[in-house]
Structures are given as C-alpha cells and as structure tokens.
C-alpha cells in the first residue's frame, strides 16, 4: 500500500446503485446478499433485486445463463432497488453483454478481464472484444483479472485452480467493499462460520476476499474509495428481511396470536418454495409443514388440517391456484379458514418461473367455480408480508373463509432493513372454537347446527371433530340453512349463495379506510396502486412533485372486499391513474365497481417498475 494510498479519504455518498452479474454458478446471488447484509450492518436503507435465469442448467458463459443481483444503498429512505446501475460487476462477456443496457451512462464498469477470450466472446455472440473495440468509450472502465489473482492467492494453500476459481466472487466482493468501505469483519466471520465444516474452501474464500480487498487498496486503478452514511432509522431492533421469510414470520405469529397450530400443505414451486424451507424450521412454534406430492394434495391437507382446527395454508404460485381451484370452491362451501398464498410469476402456463408480474388478481376474484367469492389480501413490500400474513389469518378465523394472499417475486425475493415489532402491539385472534350445542330441538333437545351464522360476522360455527355434542357434516354438496343436511332446494341454494357473498362483502367494516397520502387535498392526479407496485410509485410520485406538479397516492391491501370509502376517494380526484404489472387487472375491477375512468399504465416484461418509467407515464397523463 502506498502512503497516498492510505491518505485519501472516501468521497461521501448518499445513495449507490450496484449490480453485480455473472453465469448462474458464479455466486453473484451469494456476492449480493454478503453485500447486502454488510450494508446493513452499517445501517444503510436499503432494497435489492436479485434476478436469477429462467434455466436451471443453462449452458455456461450464455446469455441464458446469466444471474444478477442489484442493491440500491443510501443514507436516507428509499422504496426501490434503483432504475439505472451506477455500478455494474460483470464477471464474463455473457454478464457484460446482458447487463450493460442498464447501466447508467458514464456509469462504473468492473470486469474480471481473465474470462473475455475468444472462446466465451462467441458464447456471449460477441464478434470482437468490446473491451478492445471501443464500444465501452462511456464508461468508466476497470479491468481486474479477478480469476488468475484468485488461483493465485490459493495456490499456497494447496487448493485446485478449478476449485480455487469458485472463490472469485469472493474476490469481487472484496473489491466492491473496498470501494464503498464496508466492514470486513462481518464477512470475514460469516466466511469461517459457513463453511467451518469445509475447511478448504473457507480458507480459500477469506484468501480471495482478502486479496480483492486489498486489490482495491494497491491496484491504483481507482481515484477514491466511497462511503455511503447510514440512514436515520428509529430506535428498535432491526433485521434485514425478504419478503418470503416476512410472511413466513407473519405466520408463524399468526399462529401464536390465535393459538392455533400452523399447517403448510405445499407443493414446490418457484418463486414460493422458500416459505415452505423456511416454515419447516420453525417446529417449536406448532409449525407443521408437508411437501406433498402434488398441488392439489398440498391444498387438500391443508384443508384437512382447517376441518381439524388448526391454521391451514397453502404456499403456490399461479399454476398452482388453477390446479388449487376446485378444493378453493370446497373451502368457500365448507366455510372453514384456509389461506392460499399465491408468489406470482410471470405466465401463462409456465411463463416465466424466476420473474416477477401481477397477472393473477383476477384469477383471485374469479379463478374458481360457481359463485364462490374470496377476501384477496396483498403485500406491498417484503416487510409488509409479515403484516399481510396476519391479516389474512385474521380475516380467515374470524369469517370462516379461504382467504387468497398476494405477493409476487420481486417481493418474495427482494430485501430490505426491517424494525422489528413489539409482539404486545398485534392484535390477538379468537378462533372461537364452539364448546356446545347451539340448536334446540321442538323436542327440547338439544344439537348442534354447523351453519347457524353469527349476526355480525355472518360467520358458522368452528367445531373440531371430536368435541363432545358436536357431531356434524360438511362436504362439497350444497348445504341446507342452518342444519347442514344436503340440499337440492332452489331457494335454499339461492339463499346460502347470497349469505356466503354477503359474509366476505361485510369484511369491509373491520377494515380500514383507505387512505391517501401526498398532496391530498388538491391533486392534479390520484396514482393507485397494489402489490409490489407500492416502492415504484413512490419513488415517481416524490419526482414528479419536484417538478411542481400536485400528486396523490393510494395502495390497496384489501382488493376483496374494497375499503367502504374507496369510491368516494377515487371521485375527488379529475384524473385517476393505476400502474400494475400485467394489462390493467385491477383498472378493470375498479371501473366495474366505481365507473371511475382509471387509465391503466401496465408493464409485462418480467421486471418492476422503475421509478423513472412510471414518473414519465404520470407527466404524461398531466400533460394529457
């Protein structure tokens, strides 16, 4: 290290935008979570976004093969993982050539020099080298060889060259913490504690950790490192948190807020699997999970453990709930609490398994047969899935209802710092299990009646089988009033049709109003969004302010049924304007249910909102 070396100082930042990008067995998931954690550590805001290829086994150094990780650091609250990298870390030419479109101009480019020979060039459909052509004139172009340097610095430690190789995105996160100074203490210990069992390669990794940090510092390729301040964050104890292991917690505390054992019936599906792998290490909670051997398996025992009293869940995504509909329509008739979380993807079909979208809201509504309504809860950030998860058990209990709760992959996959709550603030939950007969007899004796409704909620009676007394039966076939005995009455189906569809209708008097922030009272446009929509529309809102336009916002959680007041919040406004991932599910319902002109800004391309897309389609419709 030279002595000008030690004496510069970090030029300070306020906000980073940094993308690092490789082939699909390079770790670049690994490099941004090591990055993200630290970050956190140093108390950054923080939101990532970790992109991974659509091919389980894509051909290595294709542009099929490539993963991604951004993460969007600063010093003071943000909503979204950045519309444009400022840094981008391409470890091969496959990585350069899918990735560089995003980078800003002028932007950083960091590049492991070692993998851009000619053989990788045609993989990537590269003709000449774009580090030799020209083609990279404006940017800030660093070439590290980042493979040879980490052979290197493990070849005393007898490892392999092919085996030292896997440790170069060690390297390359030793690099970047350099460059933006982050701690390396956390990394290093995280290093000796996961792979403590594997000694080889830990000491590899901490050799080409170490040796990328110091790169940074003796290379004098670069002017200055960076710093980026924490961000101001209330008092409390913070985690760093992504949306499946969110609503993973949120159910794990909702089965303690009503005393309820938990039961996931799950079937493996990108992007939901997660919650499956995280629920089933949470057994000292009464967590019970079961991999079943297909959806509607993982469905039906999901609904058994509901007959039987416990939480029922069922973790999918949008195949799943097609093949999930018919046991959705026999927990709508059976009346029993069921939540089905759906991570939605891209689709139809198959689509895009490892993108994200929001094309299954009316699959929610009305993906299921006969009339056999639902209350659709959904997330709008990965801390907001805790809270979500609670809802969505607190409606199910309380209504007796299968409940569809919303998330997506940006979601599911994305983090962020959380505060953790206080648990005396959440709100306990009664099941309220029945404890005896509620029916007498003209005979004086007494029975029970598993459809007699109370009066507020509409709900029947929860009884686990068993229960001395209560001796009952449902099933699929419709239901008489009252008794439960199989009806073919006309009139009887009439009525329990009418009396299910006003059941989830009344849950809008206990939730609340909607509510609409920013420039309230006297907004040229009201932005309503739902889901993961909520950071991007933020962010634009926040930019389109700072041009001097008045803007509104609102994000619906209860999309089944609508807060009582939305309708008279979307008439204040002469403009009403709905950004959605798919082709304008919820502008439809919200014109049906309010005949509001909603004017649909729709994307379906795999990918979130930025910012910036949806600051230009807000203008526009001012401007309109």
Known sequence: MTDTA??????????????????????????????????????????????????????????????????????HDITTPGDAPNVLVAMNPAALRKELGGLESGGTLIVNVDTFEERNLAKAGYVTNPLEDGSLA?????????????????????????????????????????????????????????????????????????????????????????????????????????????????????????????????????????????????????VRTLQAEDEIAGIGAALGAAYAGHLGVTTTSGPGVALKSETIGLAVSLELPLIIVNIQRGGPSTGLPTKTEQSDLLLAMYGHHGESPLPIVAAHSPSDCFFAAIEAARIAITYRTPVMLLSDGYLANGAEPWRLPDTADLEPIDPNFATGTNHEGPDGVADFWPYLRDPDTLARPWAVPGTPGLMHRIGGLEKADGTGNISYEPDNHGKMTELRAAKVAGIANTIPEQRVEGDVDDAEVLIVGWGSTWGAINGAADRVRARGRRVAQLQVTHLNPFPANLGEVLARYPKVVVPELNLGQLSKLLRAEFLVDARSVTKVRGAPFTAGELEQAILEVLDD
């Open 6 to 75: 030690q004496r510069v100082e970090p030029t300070e930042l306020d906000r980073v935008v940094i993308r690092f990008a490789g082939d699909s067995g390079d770790g670049m998931q690994l490099t941004g979570d090591r990055f993200t954690s630290v970050s956190a550590v140093v108390g950054n805001d923080l939101v990532t976004l970790p992109e991974f290829p659509a091919e389980i086994r894509a051909p290595a150094g294709t542009l099929a093969g490539v993963s991604a990780f951004q993460i969007h650091i600063s010093d």
């Open 138 to 286: 404006g940017y800030s172009v660093y070439e590290v060889p980042m493979t040879s340097l980490t052979r290197k610095v493990c070849e005393p430690l007898g490892v392999k060259p092919r085996d030292a190789e896997r440790s170069k995105n060690f390297f390359a996160l030793g690099l970047v913490s350099w460059m933006y100074t982050r701690p390396v203490e956390p990394t290093l210990t995280w290093i000796e504690q996961k792979f403590a069992a594997k000694p080889a390669v830990r000491d590899a990794n901490v050799a080409a950790f170490k040796a990328g940090h110091a790169f940074g510092e003796t290379a004098e390729l670069f002017d200055t490192p960076y710093s980026v301040p924490p961000s101001v964050q209330e008092p409390g104890t913070y985690t760093n948190v992504n949306g499946n292991t969110a609503l993973s917690w949120g159910l794990v505390a909702a089965g303690q807020l009503s005393g309820l054992p938990v039961f996931l019936g799950s079937y493996p599906i990108t992007p939901a699997s997660d919650i499956l792998h995280e629920l089933s290490r949470h057994k000292q909670f009464g």
